[in-house]
């Protein structure tokens, strides 16, 4: 089980990073370690502690996949990587008595003797693969780890996570999406250091000729027979008041303008 490079060897691995500007492919001259770089000291526990239920109260909820049923009942099994605290997994221990949680993290910093009895904590690094059997578990989830997974690292990272699930399980990420609007030049510089590039313009013709260009496009993906027969039925909507919806859109894009987003993560491997 695991991929075939070590985690050493991984870590060892320098990456570099390019960036698109103006559609010449520059390099930035940088190269980056990608490394864990939070410290996991108390402080930062209890941040990710604060970090979580501020998530809840954002979301109201702990989790978006419809699994609460199956969390009442007897036996569920829920896996969380890269656990940290195991605050997530705490809260939901302690809601969902019957059911059966395990957080995997590197570093021990989960608790280890305080606890509900139906968690359990496994110290290993996910990049060597879960030590998990396949199809084990109902859900699968992980939150805040895209800082410290490098984008080649994800097909893997995902695929054991999926490998782990059960048919029929569920598998969440949770992830900060972090752009700001109305950023200053300080969280800008510091937002530019990440390992990632964005770009964002105006949908529609208040967004001059890229605009429009990606109007056509958004157009093109909606205005046609399959979008048509798949979305009208998930909007709730006849297909003839599908047709006219998409009338209207082009009419709103003239009134409005808004934010297109793109994200895009790339690195080499030296
Ligand atoms: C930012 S914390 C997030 C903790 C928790 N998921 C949360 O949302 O509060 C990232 C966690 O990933 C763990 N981690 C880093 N590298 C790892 C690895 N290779 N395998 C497993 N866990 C790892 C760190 O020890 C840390 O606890």
Redesign the pocket.
Known sequence: MGNNIS?SERKNKRIEFYKEIDNRTTDLEVEKELK?Y?P?NYE?IDR??M??FFQSRIFQNNFSSPIEERLMREGCKVL??????G??LLDLASKYKKSLFYG????S?YPNEIKPSNLNFIQ????DGLPFPDNEFDFVR????S??VKADQWDFIISEMIRVTKPDGYVEF?EPYSTFNGIGPVLSKMHDALYKDEKSCILGPNGDKIGIVIQDLFMGFHNNEVAMENLSPILGISKEEYKIMIKDLTEEFKNTSPEYKLIRFWAKKN
């Open positions: 985690s864990y939070i996991n930062d990710e502690h970090f979580h969380d990587i890269g656990c940290g605290p605050t997530w995997l993290d590197n570093n910093v290993a690094d996910m990049f992980e939150s805040s780890i800082f410290l949770h």
